[in-house]
């Protein structure tokens, strides 16, 4: 009786795993044909982000990819900030751990920032200066 259920719980973690395995692939198919019309695109666990010319195209990964995703163009940007656990960072100091966020400041004062989340430092870092060089190359 207890292997029985000892196999049974394995059995379940096994199919567990399998269903999340899926459920993974099944977001990357997705963004990987979402991300053919972009110049440059990243997917990570936490956003996914497009960039096509100067318009930048971004939200949340899923199996499925809505159309409507939220987009802004870099013309429109007065700051693009590199936040780890939401203070300002330098980025020739870059901390070692903590929680990136690329927060963009918008012209018009009554357009809320926006805010994409990485799951790497150092990736942020390397979005947000070509973010920054794209932005200034009008």
Not at 9 to 27: D, M, P, R
Not at 62 to 67: E, H, K
Not at 107 to 123: A, G, W
Request: glycine share 6%; no cysteine.
């Amino acid at each position: 009786m207890v292997r029985g259920l000892f196999w049974l719980s394995l059995l379940l973690v096994f199919f567990l795993l399998a269903w999340g395995g899926w459920n993974e692939y099944q977001k990357l198919e997705a963004y990987r044909v979402w991300a053919e019309d972009f110049d440059q695109a990243k997917y990570d666990i936490y956003a996914i982000i497009g960039v096509k010319d100067k318009e930048i195209t971004w939200g949340k990964p899923g199996r499925s990819i809505p159309d409507t995703l939220p987009k802004f163009l870099l013309n429109d940007v007065n700051k693009i900030e590199l936040l780890v656990n939401d203070k300002s960072v330098d980025l020739a100091n870059l901390p070692k751990k903590g929680k990136p966020v690329i927060q963009f400041s918008f012209i018009e004062e009554n357009k809320s920032v926006v805010k994409i989340p990485f799951t790497e430092i150092d990736l942020a870092a390397k979005w947000l200066t070509y973010l920054d060089n794209l932005r200034k190359n009008s």
